[in-house]
């Protein structure tokens, strides 16, 4: 951890995106830990990301891995921050080497929403007009929206929230947007959800609606410090949904969706990999027991990593079993000719990006 002022009180700097959204979600890790620890100070160093700055291309055109995340490990790495929030989302599944996810946060509503242009508010995607736009750039939600939704026409929206609200209420392109539910809610918008789409019709991203707080690997005292954030359930969920795209070798802008649910200390896992037209879908549910007999071991040295997140105050079997979890359903998945989907997916986002 960072300066310590003259009081003996710490200043812990904490790194964000500009954007509303990034800022409201660091506000709130802040408060958090503000309320869980009084005798320390935290100071809010805001930056712009590339993905902030590239508004005119769709994400999966954009060749640059970590689009969103890339800036703000360089300063956690240069030192210039101690931790960085991030929707767990956007974090990719394996990071840099000298980088974990230091807590996983409390799960928003994971799924997502359709917001409607004011002149179709009362409507649902059902009901809109046979070539109604939809803004989206995830080629996930495109994927499973137009098994679903066939009349429906998908056109990439980019931007931040505020910019793509103001896009669906100002100009006419869009007859609605589908965003994740938890960014709209912590925006206040939640009046403007028409239809909150059901895992039937829309899986979610990995790590959608969680927030994460990315370390150093070796700043034990800002690990100790923000494991206090941790869920154990939505850590344990996040872990088997990382640990199912790092398998795949997939990113954030591959047809990949999840959904996951632990019910009786058992920990359900549903993946699916798809065509970018949606024509292929591959889909199974997979589950594994969390035992919780073990407790921890929490010596520093045997930290160990769990697609990238450290979590030392949970159980090691559970984390492994959840893993194990995400894996043994990539290798199923792959068994069932994922890898050829997500191939020609790549090479279908690459020729876009030529063009
Ligand atoms: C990633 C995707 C999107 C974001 C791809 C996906 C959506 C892109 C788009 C990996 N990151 O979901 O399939 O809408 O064009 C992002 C949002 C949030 C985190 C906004 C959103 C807020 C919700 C959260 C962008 N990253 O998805 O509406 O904290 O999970």
Known sequence: MSAESTEGRKTVRVGTRKSQLAMIQTNSVVASLKKLCDDVDFEI???????????????????????????????????????????????????????????????EDPYDAVLMHPKHATKCLADLPENSVIGTSSVRRVAQLKRKYPHLKFESVRGNLNTRLRKLDEDDMYSALVLAAAGVKRMDWESRISQTLMPDECLYAVGQGALAVEVRANDFDTLALVSKLNHEETLLRCVAERALLRELEAGCSTPVAVYTEIKDKELYLTGAVLSLDGSECLKETMQTALSDTQTQSSSSADQQHYVSVVAQTISHQALKAAEDLGIDMAKLLISKGAGDILAVARQQNAEGEKK
């Open 45 to 107: 160093i805001s930056m712009s990301t590339t993905g902030d700055k590239i508004l005119d291309t769709a994400l999966s055109k954009i060749g640059e891995k970590s689009l969103f995340t890339k800036e703000l490990e360089k300063a956690l790495d240069d030192g210039r921050v101690d931790f960085v929030v991030h929707s767990l989302k956007d974090l990719q599944s394996t990071l840099p080497p000298n980088m974990v996810i230091g807590a996983v946060l409390e799960r």
